[in-house]
């Protein structure tokens, strides 16, 4: 919707107001009637002037060129060269002196045209972004000479001269207020924005000739489509162009000008938001208009040239013989008005909305008119748009009116009534507005408030429950002046344990370098061939799908074991040289076929590449452990599992509870899957995991004594686990040990067939004292005899 400030000024004075184009912009938007833009007409054009042209003589060295004098009320005329040929001595043209800009942003200079100097250029209707319709009285293709609707002072700015100087603001008007899809309801927004009064004008029409009933006769038969017609009559149509006034209005809104009788109908849609239809008499067979269903196999040639079947559901105007229009979309081509035009009928209806959008939708035609139909218009509007056109129609002497109007009512509309409940208000939104200012808001915007009741304007088709006048009054008195606090009733949210807990394990992930992957819960029954599951397996007990989208993925996975290798799969074969991935994924147990299936979540790891191995994956195992507060757990050797490496698997466990599962993947499954290189796979039971936990933190002072180390290796069976000679040490070394670390793991001729050395470095320390060399020497050998009860010896 685009308003003219100058039409505004006619209902609100805007002026007085006394704020600038871009304040007013920014208040009516916080007001609720959000602006999109808005622009002065003629901003690109400067420094063009009108002139008088005193004088032309022909150029010298030119049989079409002209040489004139023109006065643009400075002291000494200025000389333009023109090619125009409408000019004459007398003439009042627009001029472009030096240095000016006309449209299109095209830069005017002194110049000289076959040796003549030319200080300027006298301007077309084009080069001032204008068309003959907003000038009839113009030439299309010569120099625009002003007419006596225009001010002829010498020197002044052509814009202001000529009228291009008004101010469009351009209003995203959502469907819900089609009142505001006009200049009196963005008026009544502005007023009731400003605090100041609405100007509205009563239309008069003075008194007709003869009787209207002896030229029209209008018929509701689809009453739940047609709620209301208003017709009146003018007859000795004089066709012609509309006054400037109207012209430039018209023309700051969007509209062409055509004519006085097809502006005036623009001009009352525009102005009141109710789009009018003016039909030729002559073409309405019995002067009868009957607004009905259209009847199978109709058609009708609409004002485009193109002809439409119509269908029942749709409601068309017609007369006794034939539709002569599709209701609220578009004219019959006989409908129009002609230059022989004599007696013309103006239609002034209201139809139902969802009728108008189906029918405009079916035809692929949605018009001006249509838009604003299907938003659902007042029919309390119907007769005061009629009587304005018909004033309209006598101001601007386009014809005789016929005495009275023909008004058919069909709408049963009852005012929307509320109770007016203050506290309520208040209370709903948060502020704290006294009840003679929330009415006071009220009348601004047209409600009435009576005796604790509240009556809506039939205009307002979007009241309907108390928090509508809420809104009303927060919006006038003012989003900004709401004091920021919680809404009541609405719960803090926030993540549950074991969604931060979720979240920490894929920061761990992170932090360790892998690439977080997403697969699909459901695979193919395959797969559990492809790892090596035996037949009688568990892990094979799996929903299956009753209606998948194919084999590959007919059951929910019990393991992500495949979906992981899938993903290293292809990552190979697109030659990336590794990968360091992971996923938290959800697999399925079946109960059977009465119960749903048991969810849990598993984080499986996988990885492979040229400096990955089996201890690269424990060592991001290790990590995660330690972040979530595991210590004191079990590794052992597992050597029965078909998916992994017989002799480079463990398991991890604490409190005989099973944790992790890892290891190389087995060579004949990488085979299945065609990967080429080692890889390897870990997976993490979560729900084991986020039991065990201990995320406490608990605070350590710095010591305050020395620390003291001694290192220890030892030969030790090659099948002997290292966690379990460290936890004979550690136990056998009492409190004052503060840490073992293994340094180094060797096998080879120096220590013998199926043996191994083992490394550890010993940190010893009291948190109350230094400790003595006989504490801790006797901490050593206490350590030294548990490791021999494991078969281990001291390697000197």
């Known amino acids: 919707m685009y308003l003219s400030k100058k039409w505004l000024s006619e209902f609100v004075d805007i002026d007085k107001i006394g704020v600038s184009d871009k304040q007013f912009a920014e208040d009516i938007t916080i007001s609720g009637s959000k602006v999109e833009s808005f622009e002065k007409e003629g901003s690109e054009l400067s420094n063009i002037v009108v002139g008088k042209v005193e004088s032309?003589?022909?150029?010298?060295?030119?049989?079409?060129?002209?040489?004139?004098?023109?006065?643009?009320?400075?002291?000494?005329?200025?000389?333009?060269?023109?090619?125009?040929?409408?000019?004459?001595?007398?003439?009042?043209?627009?001029v472009a002196l030096n240095k000016s800009v006309v449209a299109g942003g095209h830069k005017i200079t002194t110049g000289k045209l076959r040796g003549i100097k030319s200080e300027g250029m006298m301007c077309s209707l084009g080069e001032l972004g204008l068309t003959v319709h907003d000038f009839p009285y113009a030439i299309e293709d010569g120099i625009f000479v002003l007419g006596d609707d225009c001010d002829?002072?010498?020197?002044?700015?052509?814009?202001?001269?000529?009228?291009?100087?008004?101010?469009?603001?351009?209003?995203?008007?959502?469907?819900?207020?089609?009142?505001?899809?006009?200049?009196?309801?963005?008026?009544?927004?502005?007023?009731?924005?400003?605090?100041?009064?609405?100007?509205?004008?009563?239309?008069?029409?003075?008194?007709?000739?003869?009787?209207?009933?002896?030229?029209?006769?209008?018929?509701?038969?689809?009453?739940?489509?047609?709620?209301?017609?208003?017709?009146?009559?003018?007859?000795?149509?004089?066709?012609?162009?509309?006054?400037?006034?109207?012209?430039?209005?018209?023309?700051?809104?969007?509209?062409?000008?055509?004519?006085?009788?097809?502006?005036?109908?623009?001009?009352?849609?525009?102005?009141?938001?109710?789009?009018?239809?003016?039909?030729?008499?002559?073409?309405?067979?019995?002067?009868?208009?009957?607004v009905r269903n259209a009847k199978s196999g109709e058609t009708i040639t609409t004002l485009d040239g193109e002809e439409r079947a119509l269908t029942e559901e749709m409601l068309v105007i017609a007369d006794e013989k034939k539709p002569v229009a599709v209701a609220g979309v578009m004219g019959g081509e006989y409908s129009g008005i002609m230059d022989d035009t004599n007696t013309i009928v103006f239609e002034s209806a209201c139809f139902n909305g969802p009728s108008v959008r189906r029918t405009a939708k079916a035809l692929g035609m949605r018009t001006e008119a249509s838009g604003r139909f299907e938003k659902q218009l007042n029919p309390d509007d119907c007769d005061v748009c009629l009587l304005r056109a018909l004033e309209l129609v006598q101001m601007l002497d386009a014809g005789d009116v016929v005495e009275g109007i023909v008004d058919c009512n069909k709408s049963n509309k009852t005012p929307v009534t509320l109770p007016f409940m203050p506290e309520w208000t208040n209370n709903f939104i948060g502020i704290n507005v006294s009840a003679d200012e929330q009415k006071e808001i009220l009348e601004r915007i047209g409600f009435k408030v009576e005796d604790g009741t509240i009556y809506a304007p039939s205009f307002r088709i979007d009241i309907e429950h108390q928090a509508d006048i809420s809104e009303e009054i927060a919006r006038f008195y003012g989003y900004n002046n709401i004091e920021n606090h919680e809404l009541h009733g609405v719960a803090k949210a926030g993540p549950t344990d074991r969604q931060k807990f979720n979240r920490?394990?894929?920061?761990?992930?992170?932090?360790?370098?892998?690439?977080?992957?997403?697969?699909?819960?459901?695979?193919?029954?395959?797969?559990?061939?492809?790892?090596?599951?035996?037949?009688?397996?568990?892990?094979?007990?799996?929903?299956?799908?009753?209606?998948?989208?194919?084999?590959?993925?007919?059951?929910?996975?019990?393991?992500?074991?495949?979906?992981?290798?899938?993903?290293?799969?292809?990552?190979?074969?697109?030659?990336?040289?590794?990968?360091?991935?992971?996923?938290?994924?959800?697999?399925?147990?079946?109960?059977?076929?009465?119960?749903?299936?048991?969810?849990?979540?598993?984080?499986?790891?996988?990885?492979?590449?040229?400096?990955?191995?089996?201890?690269?994956?424990?060592?991001?195992?290790?990590?995660?452990?330690?972040?979530?507060?595991?210590?004191?757990?079990?590794?052992?050797?597992?050597?029965?599992?078909?998916?992994?490496?017989?002799?480079?698997?463990?398991?991890?466990?604490?409190?005989?509870?099973?944790?992790?599962?890892?290891?190389?993947?087995?060579?004949?499954?990488?085979?299945?899957?065609?990967?080429?290189?080692?890889?390897?796979?870990?997976?993490?039971?979560?729900?084991?995991?986020?039991?065990?936990?201990?995320?406490?933190?608990?605070?350590?002072?710095?010591?305050?004594?020395?620390?003291?180390?001694?290192?220890?290796?030892?030969?030790?069976?090659?099948?002997?686990?290292?966690?379990?000679?460290?936890?004979?040490?550690?136990?056998?070394?009492?409190?004052?040990?503060?840490?073992?670390?293994l340094f180094d793991v060797y096998q080879g001729a120096q220590v013998g067939e199926n043996k191994k050395s083992v490394a550890f470095n010993l940190k010893f320390r009291s948190a109350e004292r230094t400790l003595t060399d006989e504490e801790c020497n006797a901490a050593v050998k206490k350590a030294i005899k548990s490791a021999e009860g494991l078969g281990a010896t001291l390697r000197s």
Request: aromatic share 6%.
């Open 152 to 290: 002829k002072t010498l020197g002044m700015d052509i814009r202001e001269a000529i009228g291009l100087n008004d101010v469009v603001t351009e209003f995203e008007i959502t469907s819900n207020r089609p009142d505001c899809l006009s200049v009196i309801g963005l008026a009544r927004e502005t007023a009731a924005t400003y605090k100041v009064p609405l100007k509205l004008h009563t239309p008069e029409v003075k008194p007709g000739i003869e009787d209207i009933k002896d030229y029209l006769k209008v018929d509701i038969e689809a009453p739940d489509k047609c709620y209301r017609y208003v017709g009146g009559v003018v007859k000795n149509v004089r066709v012609k162009e509309s006054p400037r006034w109207m012209r430039e209005r018209l023309r700051a809104s969007g509209v062409r000008p055509i004519n006085n009788i097809v502006d005036i109908t623009n001009y009352i849609m525009l102005e009141y938001g109710q789009p009018m239809h003016a039909f030729d008499l002559r073409f309405l067979e019995g002067n009868h208009v009957i």
């Open 504 to 741: 920490l394990v894929e920061n761990t992930m992170l932090s360790c370098g892998l690439s977080e992957i997403q697969t699909f819960s459901f695979i193919s029954p395959k797969s559990y061939d492809k790892i090596g599951l035996p037949e009688d397996s568990k892990m094979r007990n799996c929903v299956v799908i009753s209606n998948p989208l194919g084999e590959d993925t007919s059951v929910m996975r019990t393991t992500a074991i495949p979906s992981m290798l899938e993903v290293l799969k292809t990552n190979f074969n697109n030659r990336n040289e590794k990968a360091f991935l992971y996923e938290l994924a959800t697999t399925y147990t079946s109960n059977g076929l009465l119960e749903l299936p048991d969810e849990n979540q598993e984080l499986v790891i996988g990885m492979y590449g040229k400096d990955v191995d089996y201890f690269t994956l424990k060592g991001v195992v290790e990590q995660l452990l330690k972040v979530v507060g595991i210590e004191d757990y079990d590794v052992e050797p597992k050597k029965n599992c078909p998916t992994f490496h017989p002799g480079r698997t463990a398991k991890i466990t604490k409190d005989d509870k099973s944790l992790v599962l890892l290891g190389e993947v087995h060579p004949k499954v990488l085979g299945n899957y065609e990967i080429e290189t080692k890889a390897y796979i870990a997976t993490i039971n979560m729900e084991n995991l986020f039991e065990i936990a201990n995320l406490t933190r608990v605070y350590k002072a710095l010591p305050k004594f020395p620390a003291t180390t001694r290192d220890l290796a030892f030969v030790c069976d090659a099948d002997l686990p290292v966690l379990a000679l460290e936890k004979a040490i550690t136990a056998a070394s009492g409190k004052i040990l503060e840490s073992i670390q």
């Open 56 to 94: 032309l003589e022909r150029h010298p060295d030119s049989d079409h060129l002209w040489v004139c004098q023109i006065n643009v009320g400075a002291e000494e005329n200025i000389q333009i060269v023109t090619g125009a040929q409408n000019l004459t001595a007398g003439d009042i043209v627009p």
